[in-house]
């Protein structure tokens, strides 16, 4: 090697050495990106947390909870303020001390349920099942109407009467599979009072039983 050549290579290494060792931003970035929850209400009959503020800014508002079996995991109807300080209807996955997922809905939510897994599910007027986690939401239109609901950590079950016709729609919210099936029926029942028997769903162990308007009873098997 020339006299060049190795002098070229000295300062090159000396310039090398010189310069300060990078930093390892990767665990700073994680920690700025996660954000610091606290809640600053809670029920005062249930305990359950209603309000959380996420970096100091309020990200839910609940009307309404339904706590998991345990109670480690809480699934709230209410709002959230957006920046155009418009209170919108959401739906929102917790724990007890902070925020996991929350979504966008429309109408009321008739009811709902969650997991000791994390997984929640709420019904609206609509007809539509909301699914959330911590990963991810999704949404399923069951029925645009519909006149009776039964809704546990089973199943998710919705009837509609046209008249002539019960139809009733199933979810299996542990496999998302649905059942769909239609009851006819000719005569209505007029109650003492002079008004019709309404038909009903309810969720009795693993089975689903419909009263018919015309008073017979059809059960369906969930198991």
């Given at each position: 090697?020339?006299f ?10 000396a310039?090398?050495s010189?310069?300060p060792?990078k ?8 920690e ?10 809670y029920d005062?009959?249930?305990?359950f947390?209603k ?28 709002y ?30 008739e009811?709902a349920?969650?997991?000791d897994?994390?997984?929640?599910y709420?019904?609206?007027d609509s007809g539509?099942?909301?699914r ?7 949404s ?9 609901f039964a ?13 002539y ?27 003492e ?26 059960v369906?098997?969930?198991?």
């Open positions: 090697m020339g060049f050549s190795k002098l070229a290579k000295a300062t090159l290494k310039a090398v010189s310069q060792p930093k390892n931003n990767a665990g700073s970035k994680s700025s990106a996660a954000p610091a929850w606290k809640v600053c209400r005062s009959k249930t305990g947390p309000i959380f503020l996420s970096n100091n800014r309020e990200w839910f508002d609940a009307d309404r909870t339904w706590t998991s079996p345990s109670g480690k995991f809480f699934v709230h109807d209410g959230f303020i957006g920046g155009d300080d418009s209170a919108d209807s959401y739906i929102a996955l917790t724990t007890r001390s902070e925020g996991l997922k929350r979504k966008a809905v429309k109408g009321t939510v009811a349920c969650v997991s897994e994390g997984v929640a709420a019904l609206t539509a099942l909301h959330l986690t911590k990963d991810g939401t999704s399923k239109q069951l029925m645009d109407e519909y006149c009776g809704i546990n950590g089973k199943v998710c079950a919705l009837i509609d009467d046209d008249g016709n019960i139809k009733l729609i199933v979810v299996n919210l542990n496999t998302n599979a649905t059942m769909k099936k239609q009851f006819s029926y000719e005569d209505d029942i007029e109650l009072n002079g008004s019709l028997l309404e038909p009903t769903v309810v969720i009795d162990s693993d089975n689903i039983i419909i009263t018919i308007p015309d008073g017979t009873k059809q369906v098997n969930i198991a």
